[in-house]
């Protein structure tokens, strides 16, 4: 009897049946075809890092991609024309990866994706992430430092950094040099480690100073160069102090240390200088002038002479050749010698006086000059007369003894 009604409502059924199945088969194309777009993000003390991933649907087909970004800044790879590779047929790949930098003040970031793959369907979808930039960073501190030997003074220079590992909130910093507390900020001499006596020696880093969220704080020290280690401790407090932007009442804040360890001694340059003085018969003064070779600096003399005298500075390198300076004998009366503008031991000096012998004449290797020899040699004639009259004396002789007569001979 209900069969006519029965026809109609299995009709009906059968339409809709049709209707959804025509429906499906229309939309499948569009439902199948789509991107997932998702985003992890983290920050540094300036800006976001946003890492975009666009993966394809579970298809080997490809895309090309049209992107649209908020905020608008660059993305590494995801660009308009990029290529979205298909998946292989075990289901993998099929992924673009990309980056993105954004202001630190930036609280959330969106990327849509149109993608049109090889089979002409397009499909859009977008990502969203959320930031928030009180999460960025840890309340913590962190201190390092490194030394240097300074040859010229003999002492370490020692450098100090301390960071607010938080992004966003100042911190306010406390030197901690309490010897009760552990890793006390000090020096370590001889085995012992000694307390900073006063907290001024650390430059650039004081009680109550505030670090800006994200900030480094350089800071220098001067240690002894018999020193053999310095360490340097450091509270930071988040607890709403200057310059604070959210204050974490209650537990936010932290201590951190740094001890730096010197290599050997750090011993001071310095000159090994000495004088000596020697005089002349005419009072002119020699200078030397020595830096001894275990020297291990120039040093820097002067000479400073009477009336006002001065050599001016002379330098004279470590082991260099010594280096004589001339004092005239007007200038020589008093004589200091000075280095680094410090006088000498011995540095002083006041010539005796001198006199000089008298210079003898040098043998000549040529005759002496005389005159001309003129006339009969006279030498010779007076010695012929005086044997004349030897002779003559002799015969007179002979002959008065003879009587002889002389008229007879």
């Not at 009604?5 to 025509?22: D, I, K, P, Q």
């Not at 901690?176 to 907290?199: E, M, R, Y």
């Not at 040529?366 to 009969?376: D, E, K, R, V, W």
């Amino acid at each position: 009897m209900n069969r006519p009604f029965t026809r109609r409502l299995l009709a009906y059924a059968g339409s809709a049946v049709l209707g959804l199945a025509g429906a499906f088969v229309l939309a499948s194309p569009a439902q199948a075809h789509h991107t997932v777009v998702t985003a992890k993000a983290k920050c540094t003390p300036n800006e976001w890092v946003i890492s975009w991933t666009v993966e394809n649907w579970d298809t080997q087909m490809s895309a090309t991609l049209q992107v649209t970004a908020n905020p608008d800044t660059p993305i590494t790879n995801i660009v308009d024309g990029a290529t979205l590779p298909g998946k292989t047929k075990n289901n993998k790949g099929g992924k673009l990866y990309g980056d993105q930098t954004v202001p630190l003040s930036t609280t959330s970031a969106d990327l849509s994706i149109t993608g049109t793959w090889t089979n002409g369907v397009s499909a859009t979808n977008t990502g969203h992430i959320d930031l928030d930039r009180t999460n960025c960073g840890n309340y913590k501190a962190d201190v390092t430092g490194s030394a240097r030997c300074d040859a010229e003074s003999g002492t370490w220079q020692v450098t100090w950094a301390v960071v607010n590992k938080h992004y966003t909130d100042a911190a306010v910093a406390k030197i901690v040099n309490n010897p009760a507390d552990l890793k006390f900020s000090g020096t370590l001499t001889d085995g012992t480690w000694t307390p900073l006596a006063d907290k001024t020696q650390v430059v650039g880093l004081a009680d109550g100073q505030s670090i800006p969220g994200g900030a480094t704080v350089n800071a220098t020290q001067t240690v002894p160069g018999t020193a053999a280690g310095a360490r340097l401790k450091v509270k930071l407090d988040w607890n709403g102090g200057p310059g604070s932007a959210t204050p974490q009442p209650g537990a936010a804040e932290d201590t951190d240390s740094s001890e730096i360890a010197f290599e050997g001694a750090c011993i001071k340059n310095s000159p090994k200088p000495s004088v000596t003085f020697a005089v002349d018969c005419t009072g002119v003064v020699t200078v030397t002038l020595i830096n001894a070779a275990e020297a291990t600096k120039a040093a820097t003399f002067e000479v400073t002479g009477a009336d006002g005298w001065t050599s001016g500075p002379v330098v004279v390198q470590a082991g260099e050749k010594a280096l004589p300076v001339t004092v005239p004998a007007k200038n020589a009366k008093k004589i200091s010698v000075t280095e680094g503008g410090v006088l000498l031991p011995g540095g002083e000096y006041t010539p005796e006086v001198q006199h000089c012998d008298e210079p003898s004449p040098s043998p000549s290797g040529s005759p002496q000059p005389h005159l001309p020899t003129t006339g009969a040699n006279v030498t010779l004639a007076v010695v012929s007369g005086l044997v004349l009259i030897a002779v003559g004396a002799v015969i007179f002789l002979l002959a008065r003894r003879r009587r002889l007569n002389l008229t007879d001979v």
